[in-house]
């Protein structure tokens, strides 16, 4: 997930609200004392020691920072949020890392663990807003020439969401090409992206593998039994942007991987390892990558570098592009003279 989607996820388990600036470790002037921000650079070097998914880095990156603390680089920083901003720019000078951040959240408290678990109260919350927005799957529709496209502006939810993903795909299920567009998709995981990427795949297949540093695991994640029709040989197409991150960038790698997909668009954002919130003090936390995907097929991820699609295209354009190409597919499967007028009619119309 992208870093204001990151910053969100830590604001939503946040608890507390209108505390004064005098409780947030600052003066009677407002400005920060020299005691938390060496409370917070010293809860973040423990905290990136133990937890960041490359231990040497971790290392590193809380070296540095107490190195800066210890030359008093930080000591003529008096704004909060000019303090988490500069801690996570030295960070990133240390190790270049998307799904880093360092976050201020002002007048509210961070919740006990980071936000690890939520209240059930916040649970409901989120739940209600995952099915107000329909889990974030936002059109699904056929074109004419019997393509369909299914768009995805976030890949959330647990094993509610399920029918959503079922009711898209059965609509999707007489097409004869497929083009899931996620070029504005925010990211997101869990079940939500094994579940979909379940329906392209005939045998069970291992997806993907995650290893988490904390744990000192790599678990392995397999297909799951779905609802109605899989999407079985027929083309699909994935059109991404440079802003297409994280669990979007999953779906289109391993589909890349397993040469069940063709990748239309821009590289991608280009961040791999899963993150978690972690508190620092009361109004200062961490999202902290803890965990790296491990493709099967590559044995490597996407991190740094993006997917690379198999075909380039502005983003704006990669929808034609695909559909075109999706075209040309489903024509060579037609004999019969309206099908292939159909098609002929929705080729010519891309010409205009």
């Known amino acids: 997930m992208k870093k204001n989607a990151l910053r969100d996820s830590l604001l939503m388990i946040v608890i507390g609200v209108g ?3 005098s409780g947030l470790g600052q003066d009677a002037s407002g400005k920060m004392t020299a005691d ?15 937890k960041y998914v490359y231990p040497d880095a971790g290392k590193a990156m809380g070296a540095r920072l107490l190195a800066n603390l210890k030359a008093g680089a930080y000591d003529r920083i008096d704004d909060p949020e000019d303090l988490a901003k500069r801690l996570e720019s030295d960070l990133q000078t240390v190790h270049a890392d998307k799904h880093l951040e360092l976050v201020y959240v002002g007048d509210h408290i961070i919740g006990a663990g980071g936000g690890s678990g939520l209240s059930p109260k916040t649970l409901a919350r989120l739940r209600d807003f995952e099915r107000f927005s329909n889990f974030d799957f936002q059109k699904v529709e056929r074109l004419p020439g019997n393509v369909g496209v299914l768009v995805i502006k976030a890949i959330t939810g647990g094993p509610e969401m399920r029918a959503t993903v ?3 795909m059965a609509f999707l299920a007489n097409t004869d090409a497929l083009i899931l567009d996620l070029r504005e998709c925010q990211g997101g995981g869990g079940e ?3 579940y979909l990427c379940s329906y392209f795949f005939e045998d069970r297949t291992e997806l993907t593998g995650f290893y988490d540093r904390i744990a000192n695991k790599l678990e392995r994640r397999w297909t799951q039994r779905v609802s109605g029709p899989k999407y ?9 942007s440079s802003k297409t991150p994280s669990a979007a960038e999953s779906l289109a790698y391993t589909l890349q991987a397993a040469k069940r997909a063709i990748i239309v668009g821009q590289t991608t954002w280009g961040g791999a390892n899963p993150s978690m ?10 999202i902290m990558p803890f965990g790296r ?3 099967p097929i590559t044995h490597g991820n996407w991190e740094g570098t993006g997917v690379i699609p198999d075909i380039k295209s502005e983003a704006p354009q990669a929808l034609i592009e695909a559909y075109r190409r999706a075209l040309q597919d489903v024509q060579a499967n037609y004999q019969d003279e309206w099908m292939r007028e159909e098609i002929q009619k ?3 119309a891309l010409k205009r």
Not at 36 to 50: G, H, K, N, P, Y
């Open 346 to 348: 929705a080729l010519e």
């Open 277 to 286: 919130p972690v508190k620092l003090t009361d109004h200062f936390g961490m």
């Open 293 to 295: 995907a491990v493709n």
């Open 36 to 50: 938390l921000r060496r409370q917070v650079i010293e809860a973040a070097t423990l905290e990136l020691e133990a």
């Open 19 to 21: 505390l004064t600036r």
């Open 192 to 194: 939500t992206l094994t």
């Open 232 to 240: 079985l040989d027929k083309p699909v197409f994935v059109l991404t």
């Open 166 to 168: 079922a009711g898209a």
